[in-house]
């Protein structure tokens, strides 16, 4: 079985939008203050003490956080093959670590202090202090030491497991986003083999009744279409102005087919021309009228699209006078003639369900007196050109 394969590095886990501090700007900072604090404590703050005053004492201090400083550098060098391993296994071998650290700092800070310490204070007897002194002093503070070490430790790993956490974050999103595109291209998509195949299917159907210049125009303004389809990106959005010159094109095609049995009515609000909607959002719901409406009746068929402005969003309509929009409406919700449907219906839904998710409605009701009305209320968004 394969192994997933965690990289040995802190250096990688960086999100594109929050940069990680540098290491070592970190590292030498948080020493520093460790160092500035000490000072502070033995000179400010120790009032009894006769050393207090005088600040040479920073010397022996700045020389242990130095030691501290170096010894924990490879540390950090460790600490990125851990990762890898479960959280109390990386607790232990952490552990481990910092008591080895600490019993090489305890010992080399003692000696440090004592050979310094006479710069500090050269009134001390240092040869009486030396005589008292056995291989246990030197490791006194061994605690106090492996609790700064493990302290560094701790904030080594917060700050790197915070900025894993954010980066895994943006993976996701990116994950998400990409996801996202690929579905709605692959809806857009399934619109323009749909749409072809009727066309050049009535097309066809022209050329062989000999009506060669009915069949010129519907290529004509084929054409016109799809240049318009394949030149907006899916995952972009239109103004509504030309999602409807486009919707007139296809129109044009379908009113060649069915010619005097089509009639469009548009009821445009002037306000909603400039709003961006999905490109090629109302083709799928007037192609979904045709097939189901007006190809069934003789004559008199009429498809009225309309788009208003409600409060916060804006609505489109698309209504058709067929003689059975209750039966229709028992299609469209019956799983039985999903297939029936096409891509119509099923593909505008999903893409609104893509692009607004939980701020849009789509509703399929009956028209007054008779046929189908497709509704759809998405946010208003102004066109920012």
Same mark, same amino acid.
């Given at each position: 079985?394969?192994?997933?394969?965690?990289?040995?590095?802190?250096?990688?886990?960086?999100?594109?939008?929050?940069?990680?501090?540098?290491?070592?700007?970190?590292?030498?900072?948080?020493?520093?203050?460790?160092? *500035?604090?000490?000072? !502070?404590?033995?000179?400010?703050?120790?009032?009894?003490?006769?050393?207090?005053?005088?600040?040479?004492?920073?010397?022996?201090?700045?020389?242990?956080?130095?030691?501290?400083?170096?010894?924990?550098?490879?540390?950090?060098?460790?600490? /990125?093959?851990?990762? /890898?391993?479960?959280?109390?296994? !990386?607790?232990?071998?952490?552990?481990?670590?910092?008591?080895?650290?600490?019993?090489?700092?305890?010992?080399?800070?003692?000696?440090?202090?004592?050979?310094?310490?006479?710069?500090?204070?050269?009134?001390?007897?240092?040869?009486?202090?030396?005589?008292?002194?056995?291989?246990?002093?030197?490791?006194?503070?061994?605690?106090?030491?492996?609790?700064?070490?493990?302290?560094?430790?701790?904030?080594?790993?917060?700050?790197?497991?915070?900025?894993?956490?954010?980066? %895994?974050?943006?993976?996701?999103?990116?994950?998400?986003?990409?996801?996202?595109?690929?579905?709605?291209?692959? *809806?857009?998509?399934?619109?323009?083999?749909?749409?072809?195949?009727?066309?050049?299917?009535?097309?066809?159907?022209?050329?062989?009744?000999?009506?060669?210049?009915?069949?010129?125009?519907?290529?004509?303004?084929?054409?016109?279409?799809?240049?318009?389809?394949?030149?907006?990106?899916?995952?972009?959005?239109?103004?509504?102005?030309?999602?409807?010159?486009?919707?007139?094109?296809?129109?044009?095609?379908?009113?060649?087919?069915?010619?005097?049995?089509?009639?469009?009515?548009?009821?445009?609000?002037?306000?909603?021309?400039?709003?961006?909607?999905?490109?090629?959002?109302?083709?799928?719901?007037?192609?979904?009228?045709?097939?189901?409406?007006?190809?069934?009746?003789?004559?008199?068929? %009429?498809?009225?699209?309309?788009?208003?402005?409600?409060?916060?969003?804006?609505?489109?309509?698309?209504?058709?006078?067929?003689?059975?929009?209750?039966?229709?409406?028992?299609?469209?919700?019956?799983?039985?003639?999903?297939?029936?449907?096409?891509?119509?219906?099923?593909?505008?839904?999903?893409? *609104?369900?893509?692009?607004?998710?939980?701020?849009?409605?789509?509703?399929?009701?009956?028209?007054?007196?008779?046929?189908?009305?497709?509704?759809? /209320?998405?946010?208003?968004?102004?066109?920012?050109?």
């Amino acid at each position: 079985m394969n192994k997933a394969v965690v990289p040995e590095t802190d250096e990688i886990y960086r999100s594109p939008n929050i940069t990680k501090p540098s290491f070592w700007l970190l590292h030498s900072v948080g020493w520093f203050v460790y160092w *500035l604090l000490f000072l !502070i404590e033995n000179t400010v703050l120790s009032f009894g003490s006769s050393i207090s005053k005088d600040y040479l004492i920073g010397i022996p201090l700045l020389v242990s956080a130095s030691m501290a400083a170096i010894l924990t550098i490879p540390l950090r060098y460790l600490y /990125r093959g851990f990762w /890898r391993f479960s959280p109390q296994k !990386i607790l232990l071998l952490v552990i481990l670590s910092c008591v080895v650290v600490a019993l090489i700092w305890t010992p080399a800070k003692s000696i440090a202090m004592w050979i310094i310490h006479p710069l500090v204070n050269p009134e001390l007897d240092h040869s009486k202090v030396e005589k008292s002194i056995n291989i246990f002093n030197y490791f006194s503070g061994l605690t106090y030491s492996l609790a700064m070490i493990l302290a560094w430790s701790t904030l080594y790993f917060s700050v790197n497991f915070y900025f894993r956490l954010v980066n %895994e974050k943006e993976m996701h999103l990116a994950a998400v986003r990409l996801s996202h595109s690929a579905q709605i291209k692959m *809806l857009r998509y399934q619109i323009n083999p749909h749409f072809l195949f009727n066309t050049l299917n009535a097309i066809s159907t022209l050329v062989l009744m000999g009506n060669k210049e009915k069949a010129n125009g519907m290529l004509v303004h084929l054409s016109t279409f799809l240049r318009f389809s394949l030149d907006n990106d899916p995952e972009k959005k239109v103004v509504l102005y030309d999602e409807l010159k486009a919707l007139m094109l296809y129109l044009e095609i379908e009113k060649t087919r069915f010619d005097e049995r089509l009639n469009i009515q548009l009821d445009i609000d002037e306000a909603t021309k400039n709003l961006l909607v999905p490109s090629l959002i109302l083709q799928p719901l007037v192609e979904n009228s045709i097939k189901y409406s007006i190809a069934k009746m003789p004559s008199g068929g %009429e498809i009225a699209i309309k788009a208003a402005v409600d409060e916060t969003f804006l609505q489109l309509d698309v209504a058709d006078n067929g003689p059975d929009g209750h039966a229709s409406i028992s299609k469209i919700h019956s799983n039985a003639d999903a297939k029936a449907k096409g891509v119509g219906l099923r593909n505008i839904k999903e893409r *609104l369900a893509v692009l607004y998710p939980k701020h849009h409605q789509f509703m399929v009701q009956e028209n007054t007196p008779q046929g189908l009305k497709v509704c759809i /209320r998405i946010p208003i968004e102004a066109s920012k050109e």
